[in-house]
């Protein structure tokens, strides 16, 4: 099993950055992809950003260019940087794992953390 417990979410300007983070618990760390996951109110989970086991990442075209996905296997943390923020990236997010690859489907995550409230004034 794994736990996660999500850090960092706060109130920014637009234009501000912010960095999450996750710490994760679980022997299997390093096998699992992590990744990011957004819901804002009214809408579906929405996928930002995952990262493999090797460091191979993905990201949302809605984010590409201002959001940067990391880990540190080491200490079993995963980052989001986020840059450039936008009132529309304003939602709770989700830290995620899943046994296999990345993928941009929340159906197909395994475990999720609390969240934390992100929300960019503008």
């Known amino acids: 099993q794994v736990q996660l417990v999500e850090s960092g979410g706060g109130l920014v300007q637009a234009g501000g950055s912010l960095r999450l983070s996750c710490a994760a618990s679980?022997?299997?760390?390093?096998?699992?992809?992590m990744g990011w996951f957004r819901q804002a109110p009214g809408q579906e989970r929405e996928f930002v950003a995952g990262?493999?086991?090797?460091?191979?990442?993905s990201t949302a075209d809605s984010v590409k260019g201002r959001f940067t996905v990391s880990r540190d296997n080491a200490n079993n943390m995963v980052y989001l940087q986020m840059n450039s923020l936008k009132p529309e990236d304003t939602a709770v997010y989700y830290c995620?794992?899943?046994?296999?690859?990345?993928?941009?489907?929340?159906?197909?995550?395994?475990?999720w953390g609390q969240g934390t409230q992100v929300t960019v004034s503008s």
């Open positions: 679980g022997r299997s760390f390093r096998t699992y992809a």
């Open positions: 990262i493999n086991w090797s460091g191979v990442t």
């Open positions: 995620s794992a899943r046994v296999g690859g990345i993928t941009t489907s929340y159906r197909l995550i395994d475990y």
